[in-house]
C-alpha cells in the first residue's frame, strides 16, 4: 500500500524550531519529487515547499523561504521539514504529498499524508 | 505568490452539473499546463481529482473534468451526488517554481 505518514508536530513557542518528518512506504521514493502542504485550522491549503527526486533543487513559498528547509533522505524514504524562527501564523496541520515524476510542482499531488499538527503559542 | 481565486461557495441539486473557476495571471494558470484540483472532506486528507489541467488519475469518477481558458481554469462536475459535497482547490504550478493553490469553493448539494 501506498503511504505517507508524517511525524514531529508539537506545541513550540515563537521563535521556536521543529522538525517534522515524512515516512514514504509502499512506492520507489527516489522517483517522485516531493511536498509539504499546510493548513490552518479553518482555513484553505497552502503550500510549504517541494524538492525533487534527488535533492537537488528546492521551492518555497515566499511565508517560510529563509526559515524553513526541506530535505530528503531516499536511503531511508523520508522527507523532512526543518522550521526556525517559527511565528503564531505558522499554527496549521502540514501535510506530505507525493508530487510528480522526478520534479516537484507539476502533475498534481497525488498521495498525502494524514499531516501533523504543529502550535506556534505562547 | 497571491493564491489562485475561487468562488467561496457554489451549490447545486443532485443531478445537475456544476462548474468551479480558478482564476490566476499569466505566470501561473495561463502559463502552464499544470494545474489541479483537489477534493477535501472535512476532517479528511485532500484527494486529488484531475490534474495537468484535464486528466483524472485512475479511479476517480468521469463525472469530474477540467478545462481551461486563458488564465481560467473551471472544474465541472455532472450529475452531481450527495458524496460530492465538499471543498475544491485548485493549483497551479508558477513562473517562480512554486505552486499556488485557490482559496478554496465549498460544494452544497441542495
Known amino acids: 500500500e501506498v503511504q505517507l505518514v508524517e511525524s514531529g508536530g508539537g506545541v513550540v513557542r515563537p521563535g521556536g524550531s521543529l522538525r517534522l518528518s515524512c515516512a514514504a512506504s509502499g512506492f520507489t521514493f527516489d522517483d517522485y519529487g516531493m511536498s509539504w502542504v499546510r493548513q490552518a485550522p479553518g482555513k484553505g491549503l497552502e503550500w510549504v515547499s517541494g524538492?525533487?527526486?534527488?535533492?537537488?533543487?528546492?521551492g518555497y513559498a515566499d511565508s517560510v523561504k529563509g526559515r524553513f528547509t526541506i530535505s530528503r533522505d531516499n536511503a531511508k524514504n523520508s522527507l523532512y521539514l526543518q522550521m526556525n524562527s517559527l511565528r503564531a501564523e505558522d499554527t496549521a496541520l502540514y501535510h506530505c504529498?507525493?508530487?510528480?515524476?522526478?520534479?516537484?510542482?507539476?502533475?498534481?499531488?497525488?498521495?498525502w499524508g494524514k499531516g501533523t499538527t504543529v502550535t506556534v503559542s505562547s | 505568490q497571491s493564491a489562485l481565486t475561487q468562488p467561496a461557495s457554489v451549490s447545486g441539486s443532485p443531478g445537475q452539473s456544476i462548474t468551479i473557476s480558478c482564476t490566476g495571471t499569466?505566470?501561473?494558470?495561463?502559463?502552464?499546463?499544470?494545474v489541479s484540483w483537489y477534493q477535501q472532506h472535512p476532517g479528511k486528507a485532500p484527494k486529488l481529482m484531475i490534474y495537468d489541467v484535464s486528466n483524472r488519475p485512475s479511479g476517480v469518477s468521469n463525472r469530474f473534468s477540467g478545462s481551461k481558458s486563458g488564465n481560467t481554469a473551471s472544474l465541472t462536475i455532472s450529475g452531481l451526488q450527495a458524496e460530492d459535497e465538499a471543498d475544491y482547490y485548485c493549483s497551479s504550478y508558477t513562473s517562480s517554481s512554486h505552486v499556488v493553490f485557490g482559496g478554496g469553493t465549498k460544494l452544497t448539494v441542495l
Open positions: 524538492i525533487n527526486w534527488n535533492g537537488g533543487s528546492t
Open positions: 504529498a507525493r508530487d510528480g515524476r522526478l520534479w516537484f510542482g507539476i502533475h498534481g499531488l497525488d498521495v
Open positions: 499569466s505566470s501561473d494558470v495561463g502559463g502552464y499546463n499544470y
